[in-house]
């Protein structure tokens, strides 16, 4: 019997501490995920304040007794947010402006072909099959780099067949330009690419830059139903 008890204490011990070691986990990741908001929102905050919101707002503090009127709160939050979307905005339009200037001085060197400022192919290796068409499907294999060589995605190994539909807008427009089957650099303006979305590595409102193999197209295949 005080094996049994000793091993039940081990047993509540142990699944204690295990609970415990979850919460931090968990504790911590909340935290990361509100901070990561936080810093995406361009919001500065003081850290002690915060953390007084957060407890008075678990323990259902309310009315008289929060160091701030509710109306005093909302118009705070209003005057942060407008000052971080105007922050934002000239930041996405700086970075925009660093892109067109970079494109436009890389689109200048003579083994770059322009399908338009923002999308622009060094052709590697020439293909013989046909360019891609909207009823084509393509196998594609790439390496998705930024503008300053960083690796941040790495397809490279194996080809995957897309349909033109599914491809980022980049891809069509150039895949529809040049014969497949070869070899290329694509690179791709954010506003043909991923806009503001972060890809990885890839910070939003980033040029693209895709090393691609491809095959030569096939006819989709349609299927008719027979009556």
């Given amino acids: 019997v005080p094996f049994l008890y000793s091993g039940c204490s081990w ?37 002690s304040d915060f953390l ?10 309310a009315g008289k007794n929060l160091r ?7 118009d705070a939050l209003v005057t942060s947010y407008r000052s971080s979307m105007v922050k934002h905005n000239a930041e996405v339009q700086t970075k925009l402006q660093k892109n067109r200037e970079w494109l436009e001085a890389n689109g200048a060197r003579a083994d770059i072909k322009k399908i338009q400022n923002n999308i622009q192919i060094q052709v590697v ?5 046909m360019p891609l068409g909207m009823a084509d499907t393509i196998g594609v294999a790439y390496r998705l780099k930024s503008m300053d060589g960083k690796l941040v995605e790495d397809q490279s190994t194996k080809f ?17 330009q040049i014969p497949s089957g070869g070899s290329l650099v694509l ?7 991923y806009g503001g979305i972060q890809m990885a590595d890839l910070e939003p409102f980033s040029i693209a830059v895709f090393e691609m193999d491809t095959q030569p197209t096939k006819k989709r295949e349609v299927k008719t139903i027979k009556k």
């Fill in 68 to 74: 701030y009127d509710e109306k005093t709160m909302h």
């Fill in 187 to 193: 690179y791709c303006g954010p506003e043909v690419a």
């Fill in 160 to 176: 995957k067949t897309y349909r033109a539909e599914e491809m980022p807008t980049c891809w069509a427009r150039a895949l529809s």
């Fill in 52 to 61: 007084r919101g957060v407890r008075d707002g678990r323990q259902g503090v």
């Fill in 11 to 47: 047993f509540k011990g142990n699944h204690a501490h295990e609970q415990s070691v979850l919460q931090d986990q968990q504790n911590y990741a909340l935290g990361i995920l509100v901070g990561r908001d936080l810093a995406q929102r361009n919001l500065e905050f003081n850290e």
């Fill in 125 to 129: 290796r020439a293909g013989k099959g």
